[in-house]
Nanobody, 122 residues
Framework: QVQLVESGGGLVQPGGSLRLSCAAS????????MAWYRQAPGKQRDLVAV???????TYADSVKGRFTISRDNAKNTVYLQMNSLKPEDTAVYYC????????????????WGQGTQVTVSS
């Protein structure tokens, strides 16, 4: 089994910054793509940013230029640096990882973190 544990959420004023972290642990041989999603009340869960194992990144248009996703493969950890936060960024942020658990099996399985609340308000 694999566990993803997020941290770093909280309450911040508009224009402020937060850094989210997500550490993966458990039965891990390698991790392919890692990503952050978010879900606001009454809305669907949307992709915020994704990073490949090699470091290629893709962002939602709404966060381009403000958010930066990065990862530390040695620590099985992904980060989301969020700057110039806006009230519309308020949501529960979820970490996602595509994990290969064994060198014997090439299958990659998706895992989710429990979510961390980010609230942007004055």
């Amino acid at each position: 089994q694999v566990q993803l544990v997020e941290s770093g959420g909280g309450l911040v004023q508009p224009g402020g910054s937060l850094r989210l972290s997500c550490a993966a642990s458990g039965s891990i041989f390698s991790i392919n793509a890692m990503a952050w999603y978010r879900q606001a009340p009454g809305k669907q869960r949307d992709l915020v940013a994704v990073i490949s194992r090699g470091g290629s990144t893709t962002y939602a248009d709404s966060v381009k230029g403000r958010f930066t996703i990065s990862r530390d493969n040695a620590k099985n950890t992904v980060y989301l640096q969020m700057n110039s936060l806006k009230p519309e960024d308020t949501a529960v942020y979820y970490c996602h990882a595509a994990v290969r658990s064994s060198w014997r099996e090439a299958t990659v399985y998706p895992y989710w973190g429990q979510g961390t609340q980010v609230t942007v308000s004055s």
